[in-house]
């Protein structure tokens, strides 16, 4: 009997584990300063590098604010938007860049908040900000995502800050999945062991 309750256990703390098979990373808060700008048309370009072997890596964008304009373009199994309340999805797939090339009108502050969850396994991938304006372009600043170690956060000039996001009390879906599995395959053991 006490073996099939260690069983039990065990393959229940198997499944929890599975349920948390990527790994969230911490919450980058960006912020982008073009005051010193002239007020002209620019572009804004975020992108998450696909290496052939790099870990599989979902960076998620959100919280945006700033003059951002109409022109907006998302490539390589990039989805979402910049609207308010909207985000922006970029995945690795192995085929370039997986990102977002978005219109802004220099002259202001521009802020988002990017969070990346991982494989945990595999090379290092990489998540860029590039400023496109008129022939010049500025490298904004560059995250080094390496699967088992601390990221490596690079601003790249005076225009770009990254930092820690302000932590947030709603629980990340992965989360409240694991939790309700947990739960479940917890309810489903006493059932069982009630007959």
């Given amino acids: 009997m006490n073996l099939k309750k260690i069983l039990s256990r065990s393959l229940l703390a198997l499944a929890l584990s599975a349920c948390g098979a990527a790994f969230a990373g911490p919450t980058y808060h960006v912020a982008i300063d073009t005051t010193t700008l002239n007020s002209s048309t620019a572009f804004l370009d975020l992108g998450l590098a696909n290496f052939g072997d790099s870990a599989p890596v979902t960076a998620t964008l959100s919280h945006f604010s700033g003059a951002f304009g109409e022109y907006s373009e998302l490539g390589n199994g990039a989805s979402g938007s910049v609207a308010q309340g909207d985000s922006v999805v970029l995945h690795t797939n192995g085929s370039g860049f997986s990102d977002l090339f978005q219109s802004i009108l220099l002259g202001g502050l521009f802020n988002f908040d990017v969070s990346f969850d991982t494989s945990g396994a595999g090379k290092p991938s990489t998540f860029v900000g590039l400023l496109y304006r008129g022939d010049l372009s500025d490298s904004?600043?560059?995250?080094?995502?390496?699967?088992?170690?601390?990221?490596?956060?690079?601003p790249a000039n005076a225009y770009a800050s990254v930092g820690p996001a302000a932590v947030s009390a709603v629980p990340e879906p992965s989360t409240l999945l694991s939790?309700?599995?947990?739960?479940g395959l917890l309810g489903f053991g006493l059932r069982r062991r009630t007959r």
Wanted: hydrophobic residues 55%.
């Fill in 140 to 154: 904004l600043f560059e995250i080094t995502l390496a699967p088992g170690e601390a990221d490596i956060v690079s």
């Fill in 179 to 183: 939790m309700a599995t947990g739960l």
